[in-house]
């Protein structure tokens, strides 16, 4: 074979292996963009590449695989994982969906709304709270200085206990997905919870529930210097049952001036419906109604400058009552939310149904009685 015809042939069969190179090449390509692709799908929820992944697909992926098959559990974060649940049957609700009843709960919940709301993970939470007493002096720049009493503190633990909602759904909706499972459970949720918690936040007794703001010690008409920590303080209306006759509207400015001026930023009133009925119809000397509506929408109305609160749980104006409250609610109650909401399956004791437990564990009780003041319907 003569030169030329050699090199003619070597470059002829480079030119076959760079070319069998470049589709090994766009395989190995490919199969790497099918197994991303695959990946993608497999997981909860089913990612598409190239898309920013949503963490609340996952949530509702892992809720409806349990809600309709009653598994879930190896598909959940450990740290969601809740100490209370059984070996099985029991799921933790995704840090998603549990946020999203929360939130629709205190939109709902007027003492939920304004209050302090902590984050526990043990059920033995205990909050101090500084009490006044810390003595002082004057001197000049060379004088004596004596010793001076140094302040106290208290320690609240707020009382705990378990609210829960016990739903039933039939199996074969469950497996179909004939109507929106997810929005289902949520309103169930909500309405049950929501219920609960404004009745315990104000008349709870504090057993296996938390200690209302109505329902610790019996409140006393001493002011602040004199009060045992604790104790509420009320202000009488000067009449059993009512409104004083003359003047009716003056408790409603000595509340406001028993609340220390460090509290009134970010003071409430509270009371049901059938008061702020009554309120409402209050006039000063002038003719002008104390009580003014809100002119957007979703804000509350003011009373006498400060924002009102409807809470159906407030008692009625009646012999005795404490059916006003005014005060600043998130330095005055505290409530305790236990990390993680819990929802049990059960399709064995109503055969053709599946009952659905979600629990939650919460407290609550005053934490600074300074800071909320009550109005009686009394004469002293």
Same mark, same amino acid.
Do not use: C
């Given at each position: 074979?003569?030169?030329?015809?050699?090199?003619?042939?070597?470059?002829?069969?480079?030119? !076959?292996?760079?070319?069998?190179?470049?589709?090994?090449?766009?395989? =190995?390509? *490919?199969?790497?963009?099918?197994?991303?692709?695959?990946?993608?799908?497999?997981?909860?929820?089913?990612?598409?590449? $190239?898309?920013?992944?949503?963490?609340?697909?996952?949530?509702?992926?892992?809720?409806?695989?349990?809600?309709?098959?009653?598994?879930? +559990?190896?598909?959940?974060?450990?740290?969601?994982?809740?100490?209370?649940?059984?070996?099985?049957?029991?799921?933790?609700?995704?840090?998603?969906?549990?946020?999203?009843?929360?939130?629709?709960?205190?939109?709902?919940?007027?003492?939920?709304?304004?209050?302090?709301?902590?984050?526990? #993970?043990?059920?033995?939470?205990?909050? /101090?709270?500084?009490?006044?007493?810390?003595?002082?002096?004057?001197?000049?720049?060379?004088?004596?200085?004596?010793?001076?009493?140094?302040?106290?503190? !208290?320690?609240?633990?707020?009382?705990?206990?378990?609210?829960?909602?016990?739903?039933?759904?039939?199996?074969?909706?469950?497996?179909? %997905?004939?109507?929106?499972?997810? =929005?289902?459970?949520?309103?169930?949720?909500?309405?049950?919870? %929501?219920?609960?918690?404004?009745?315990?936040?104000?008349?709870?007794?504090?057993?296996?529930?938390?200690?209302?703001?109505?329902?610790?010690?019996?409140?006393?008409?001493?002011?602040? =210097?004199?009060?045992?920590?604790?104790?509420?303080?009320?202000?009488?209306? $000067?009449?059993?049952?009512?409104? @004083? #006759?003359?003047?009716?509207?003056?408790? +409603?400015?000595?509340?406001?001036? @028993? +609340?220390?001026? $460090?509290?009134?930023?970010?003071?409430?009133?509270?009371?049901?419906?059938?008061?702020?009925?009554?309120?409402?119809?209050?006039?000063?000397?002038?003719?002008?109604? /104390?009580?003014?509506?809100?002119?957007?929408?979703?804000?509350?109305?003011? +009373?006498?400058?400060?924002?009102?609160?409807?809470?159906?749980?407030?008692?009625?104006?009646?012999?005795?009552?404490?059916?006003?409250?005014?005060?600043?609610?998130?330095?005055?109650? /505290?409530?305790?939310?236990?990390?993680?909401?819990?929802? *049990?399956?059960?399709?064995?004791?109503?055969?053709?149904?599946?009952?659905?437990?979600? =629990?939650?564990?919460?407290?609550? #009780?005053?934490?600074?009685?300074?800071?909320?003041?009550?109005?009686?319907?009394?004469?002293?």
């Amino acid at each position: 074979m003569e030169t030329n015809e050699l090199i003619t042939a070597v470059e002829g069969i480079k030119t !076959a292996t760079d070319g069998f190179g470049k589709k090994l090449a766009e395989l =190995a390509e *490919i199969k790497s963009r099918i197994e991303r692709m695959e990946t993608a799908i497999n997981r909860p929820g089913g990612g598409v590449p $190239g898309r920013v992944h949503d963490p609340r697909s996952d949530a509702k992926a892992q809720m409806l695989h349990f809600m309709r098959t009653g598994n879930g +559990l190896e598909a959940v974060d450990t740290k969601q994982l809740q100490g209370n649940i059984g070996a099985s049957g029991g799921f933790a609700v995704p840090e998603q969906i549990d946020a999203m009843i929360v939130d629709q709960i205190a939109n709902i919940s007027p003492v939920r709304r304004v209050s302090q709301v902590v984050l526990t #993970s043990s059920p033995d939470y205990v909050k /101090l709270i500084g009490v006044r007493g810390t003595g002082t002096g004057w001197t000049n720049e060379t004088g004596t200085r004596s010793e001076t009493a140094t302040p106290q503190m !208290a320690a609240v633990r707020p009382s705990m206990g378990e609210i829960y909602t016990y739903g039933t759904v039939t199996r074969h909706l469950l497996e179909d %997905a004939a109507f929106n499972i997810e =929005a289902w459970l949520i309103e169930n949720i909500v309405t049950e919870f %929501a219920v609960e918690e404004g009745a315990a936040f104000v008349t709870g007794n504090g057993v296996n529930k938390p200690t209302g703001f109505l329902a610790g010690d019996a409140p006393v008409a001493d002011g602040d =210097a004199t009060r045992d920590f604790g104790v509420l303080q009320y202000i009488p209306t $000067g009449a059993s049952g009512a409104f @004083a #006759s003359s003047n009716p509207d003056n408790v +409603l400015y000595d509340a406001i001036a @028993a +609340l220390k001026p $460090g509290y009134r930023a970010g003071a409430v009133w509270m009371m049901n419906s059938t008061t702020a009925a009554a309120v409402r119809k209050m006039k000063d000397a002038d003719g002008r109604s /104390l009580w003014a509506d809100s002119l957007a929408e979703g804000q509350p109305a003011r +009373l006498l400058g400060y924002p009102v609160e409807i809470a159906e749980d407030m008692p009625d104006i009646g012999a005795n009552s404490l059916a006003i409250a005014f005060g600043n609610f998130t330095r005055g109650y /505290l409530i305790t939310d236990r990390a993680g909401m819990t929802m *049990i399956r059960d399709e064995v004791t109503r055969p053709g149904f599946v009952k659905l437990y979600a =629990a939650k564990r919460v407290g609550g #009780s005053v934490s600074d009685s300074n800071a909320i003041k009550l109005i009686k319907f009394a004469g002293s």
